[in-house]
């Protein structure tokens, strides 16, 4: 059997490692995971509520259509409901994008390094990679806009960006947007949105008027904490998730997730707790980085990217055999960082002595 040559040159997903697997491998009982910026608070109480509810009616197709929790969605953000479209995890939407836009023959501009799956979807499809360096660990939005031609057919902005948790500002962005020409899919990638408190940073659902070339990518994955439940949403034009709705696949997204996100929905005081704790967190951690001389980027997210200036797959293994589980910056395209979850206190107090403990051995 001979896949196309293409896909081999996709690269696979590396998710954090699990627990339990590092509790089997090193013989460890209490394994702390601040790898795939998960919300260590969990999800609100009412979507908890509702899954149960659920329980009874798993033989039950899902609402194929998310009729429910697009009418919940819609009245929320304030937009019709035919300019939502929900996935299995935001991740899926990507997918459909590049499915629906990209191919041979044209092709797709980012930024370097961000978000991996813009990437793997594009060479997936065959379209030509145009990608830009961070500038300062942002998004060059003038020179991502100066590699735009007319063959150009997606434009992937990952606001805050993954991995340096940065963002573009308002200005910034719609300078960018009004140089984008209008065959152009501009994707916004908001899965940190709700974490952000910067005053300048886009509230672009009221741009998708003035700028109907554009989608905005948001999940439940982060703050909302339903990572395991795989759901995600976009917002755009009635065109263009008419476009998407004919790649995505039937009953996408399962009853339980549609059940969790109406419920989380409603508890906006969870969210809002969540974003206050996660900034006492980054506090916490940037406090000590400070204190040790450390440079990091400015984060608006649930995570720091921080310069540790020796080999993070090193340190990475390090921690591991401690029981923390970290993302090396290597993999990441910042050899010698590492990006590090905001965990609880406790757990960012735990990821603290372990790191003091690395970093006095090579005297830091």
């Known amino acids: 059997m001979e896949p196309k040559q293409r896909i081999l040159n996709a690269p696979v997903y590396q998710p954090g490692k699990p627990i339990d697997d590092v509790k089997r491998e090193l013989g460890l009982t209490d394994v702390v995971k601040l790898a795939s910026n998960e919300n260590p608070f969990g999800c609100s109480p009412k979507a908890i509520e509702a899954i149960q509810d659920q329980l009874g009616k798993l033989a039950i197709y ?6 429910q929790l697009r009418q919940d969605l819609a009245h929320f953000l304030q937009v019709d409901q035919d300019q939502l479209i929900f996935g ?4 899926e939407i990507l997918q459909m994008i590049a499915r629906a836009y990209l191919h041979e023959g044209v092709n797709t501009v980012m930024a370097t390094p961000t978000f991996s799956q813009y990437r793997a979807n594009a060479i997936i499809e065959g ?3 145009r990608e830009v360096p961070l500038k300062h660990g942002v998004h060059d ?9 007319e063959k150009t057919r997606v434009a992937w ?8 948790g940065t963002i573009c500002t308002e200005e910034e962005l719609i300078g960018f947007l009004k140089q ?7 994707v916004l990638d ?9 005053p300048v940073y886009p509230q672009t659902v009221s741009l998708l008027t003035e700028f109907p070339n554009v989608i905005i990518l948001r999940t439940f994955s982060k703050i909302y904490g339903l990572a395991a439940l795989r759901i995600g949403y976009g917002i755009a034009s009635q065109k263009v998730i008419s476009h998407l709705s004919h790649v995505r696949e039937p009953f996408n997204t399962n009853a339980l997730a549609q059940a969790a996100a109406r419920a989380a929905i409603c508890d906006q005081g969870f969210v809002q707790e969540c974003r206050e704790r996660n900034r006492l967190g980054l506090q916490q951690l940037t406090d000590q980085f400070d204190e040790w001389g450390l440079v990091y980027y400015p984060s608006e997210t649930n995570f720091i990217l921080v310069n540790l200036q020796r080999d993070s797959d090193e340190v990475f293994g390090q921690l591991l055999r401690q029981g923390i589980i970290v993302r090396s910056g290597k993999a990441l395209g910042f050899p010698g960082w590492m990006r590090i979850t905001v965990g609880s206190k406790e757990q960012n107090e735990r990821v603290i002595a372990a790191l003091g403990t690395i970093l006095e051995k090579v005297g830091q």
């Open 127 to 129: 379209a030509e990679l």
């Open 190 to 198: 908001e899965a940190y949105y709700e974490y952000v408190v910067s």
């Open 141 to 149: 939005l003038a020179a991502m806009a100066a590699a735009i031609d």
């Open 157 to 164: 902005v990952c606001n805050p960006n993954n991995p340096s």
């Open 62 to 67: 899902p609402d194929g259509g998310a009729v």
């Open 180 to 186: 984008v020409p209008g065959h152009v899919l501009v």
């Open 88 to 91: 299995n995890g935001s991740d």
